[in-house]
């Protein structure tokens, strides 16, 4: 079975600086994508990034990346540029090629101080 | 397009009760989910659907859940008997065959007491 870890369960950072989200994983397999979702306040579970396993370039999204270290199994975001809105729950989250369902951490709950 | 809508948005029942929960999703969306969020967790996931077969269900869902597509368009998740293990937030989403990423709805938030 496949996990997820989140090891940071909280983190704040002020308006326009960098923050990096860690998140670690634990497969067998070799084919699988990884996601970074965003869940504000009250509101609906948006997708901020995707990356394919196949792909050895990190994923890039606006103000958003990621660090993906496939031997190490480490599939950290970097929220460059800080705002605001950026204030919400991050969940990593796994998927392996063919299967529709999505294992989820259990959150970073990140704040953004104005 | 209007998103994953779920309603009720909130739901408060007695301890024993029946619960039925609706999602529709974005329309030409064949595949629809369901996870259910305890506080402090990530979503689980509890069952899917490809049109109106339901191909694959989660060892969380237990006999007192069940879960319906007909016609392939809005889904229905039932919880009969409700029991306080079960006050989650239920999550429905839908995604195009083929896609990488899911589309969620604004969950329903269930409080059993």
């Known amino acids: 079975a496949q996990t997820v870890t989140q090891s940071q369960p909280e983190m704040s950072v002020q308006e326009a600086e960098t923050v990096t989200l860690s998140c670690t994983y634990d497969t067998s397999e070799n084919n699988y994508y990884l996601f970074w979702y965003k869940q504000p306040p009250s509101r609906q579970m948006i997708l901020v990034i995707r990356?394919?396993?196949?792909?050895?370039q990190n994923a890039t999204e606006n103000r958003f990346s990621v660090n993906f270290q496939k031997a190490a199994k480490s599939f950290s975001l970097k929220i460059s540029d800080s705002q605001l809105g950026d204030t919400a729950m991050y969940f990593c989250?796994?998927?392996?090629?063919?299967?529709?369902?999505?294992?989820f951490g259990t959150g970073t709950r990140l704040t953004i101080i104005p | 397009d209007t998103g994953v809508s779920q309603n009720p948005r909130h739901k408060i029942t007695k301890r024993g009760q029946n619960v039925t929960f609706r999602c529709d999703p974005i329309?030409?969306?064949?595949?629809l989910y369901w996870y259910r969020q305890t506080l402090g967790q990530g979503p689980e996931f509890l069952t899917y659907?490809?049109?109106?077969?339901?191909?694959?269900k989660s060892r969380l869902l237990s006999d007192r859940f069940s879960a319906e597509r007909p016609k392939g368009s809005f889904s229905t998740l039932e919880i009969q008997r409700t029991e306080q293990g079960d006050s989650a937030m239920y999550l429905c989403?839908?995604?195009?065959?083929?896609?990488?990423?899911?589309?969620f709805g604004s969950g329903t938030r269930l409080t059993v007491v």
């Open positions: 659907f490809q049109n109106e077969a339901q191909l694959e």
């Open positions: 990356q394919e396993a196949y792909k050895q």
């Open positions: 329309s030409e969306h064949n595949r």
């Open positions: 989250a796994f998927r392996l090629f063919g299967n529709e369902k999505l294992t």
């Open positions: 989403a839908s995604s195009l065959l083929g896609g990488y990423g899911y589309t």
